[in-house]
Nanobody, 120 residues
Framework: QVQLVESGGGLVQPGGSLRLSCAASGSIFRVNTMRWYRQVPGKQREWLAIISSDGGTTYAESVKGRFTISRDDAKHTVYLEMNSLKPEDTAVYYC??????????????WGQGTQVTVSS
């Protein structure tokens, strides 16, 4: 019933910026907590940031001060603004959300991921 689709990934130079988007669609009653993760080949998925339904945010130490998570509830969308990008930020970035579907209890969903490559 619910799909999360990330967009905005691509190739950027070190020190550059990029904004990722993740839009939820389907029979959505309410989108609650939303999160961003990333994963590099051969490694486990790394949590980056979380934003609650009331807008409260928390970040992983690896991105704190450089990345900003935000949300637009009218569009069922979560964003990740990434600044001062480093080559080690290269990864597939995934969004995750707790969504109430058709007024049923909240369930967790994942997007398909979008590639971010930081290279000169």
């Amino acid at each position: 019933q619910v799909q999360l689709v990330e967009s905005g990934g691509g190739l950027v130079q070190p020190g550059g910026s990029l904004r990722l988007s993740c839009a939820a669609s389907g029979s959505i009653f309410r989108v609650n907590t939303m999160r961003w993760y990333r994963q590099v080949p051969g490694k486990q998925r790394e949590w980056l940031a979380i934003i609650s339904s009331d807008g409260g945010t928390t970040y992983a130490e690896s991105v704190k001060g450089r990345f900003t998570i935000s949300r637009d509830d009218a569009k069922h969308t979560v964003y990740l603004e990434m600044n001062s990008l480093k080559p080690e930020d290269t990864a597939v970035y995934y969004c995750n959300a707790d969504v109430e579907v058709s007024r049923l209890p909240s369930r967790n969903y994942w997007g398909q991921g979008t590639q971010v490559t930081v290279s000169s």
